[in-house]
T-cell receptor, first 110, second 112 residues
Framework: GIQVEQSPPDLILQEGANSTLRCNFSDSVNNLQWFHQNPWGQLINLFYIPSGTKQNGRLSATTVATERYSLLYISSSQTTDSGVYFCAVPTQGGSEKLVFGKGTKLTVNP | ETGVTQTPRHLVMGMTNKKSLKCEQHLGHNAMYWYKQSAKKPLELMFVYSLEERVENNSVPSRFSPECPNSSHLFLHLHTLQPEDSALYLC???????????FGPGTRLTVT
């Protein structure tokens, strides 16, 4: 089945720094989701981005489907950005089954 | 209420108890999901319901029994659980056919 790898596994930043998180996937996909899991366990939708670039405030994401990767950019990080960031892709086109990466744990220090 | 809600948020149960987790979605979706998140493991898909029909059972032990009475409600009935079943159980919903999934806040389950 499709494999999803995220890097780095852990990231520690000072408040105000920028960062890039990467998600690689082993097969072609027709959609990709980025999530932020806060310290209470809630998974918050960040982007639904099968291809191209989207921006939402300080966050943006780019998916290059032909090269099988997606990047999540966080600019001017804040302590509230701390948590685990997951990417997820369907097992096959049109499938409701998502495969998640192991996540990147981000810690933003004041 | 908006989005996806789950109750209870926390549950402690003994191995001989029977309990149920409830999920409700207010997004007009027609597919619902149960996921399990154990410590230091990726999220694992347990069950998928599409138009109230179970379309996926990801090799889940029979001590977990899902029920989807309509497109807005999903239950997970628990009985004779083991301590290793302690985890965060997340419910999600989407439009069927691979639409964007939205998650509830989760139920943190501890089996003693």
């Amino acid at each position: 089945g499709i494999q999803v790898e995220q890097s780095p596994p852990d990231l520690i930043l000072q408040e105000g720094a920028n960062s890039t998180l990467r998600c690689n996937f082993s097969d072609s996909v027709n959609n990709l989701q980025w999530f932020h899991q806060n310290p209470w366990g809630q998974l918050i939708n960040l982007f639904y981005i099968p291809s191209g670039t989207k921006q939402n405030g300080r966050l943006s994401a780019t998916t290059v489907a032909t090269e099988r990767y997606s990047l999540l950019y966080i600019s001017s990080s804040q302590t509230t950005d701390s948590g685990v960031y997951f990417c997820a892709v369907p097992t096959q086109g049109g499938s409701e089954k998502l495969v998640f990466g192991k996540g990147t744990k981000l810690t933003v220090n004041p | 209420e908006t989005g996806v809600t789950q109750t209870p948020r926390h549950l402690v149960m003994g191995m001989t108890n029977k309990k149920s987790l409830k999920c409700e979605q207010h997004l007009g979706h027609n597919a619902m999901y149960w996921y399990k998140q154990s410590a230091k493991k990726p999220l694992e898909l347990m069950f998928v319901y599409s138009l109230e029909e179970r379309v996926e059972n990801n090799s889940v032990p029979s001590r977990f029994s899902p029920e989807c009475p309509n497109s807005s409600h999903l239950f997970l009935h628990l009985h004779t659980l083991q301590p290793e079943d302690s985890a965060l159980y997340l419910c999600a919903s989407s439009l069927r056919g691979g639409g964007e999934q939205y998650f509830g806040p989760g139920t943190r389950l501890t089996v003693t």
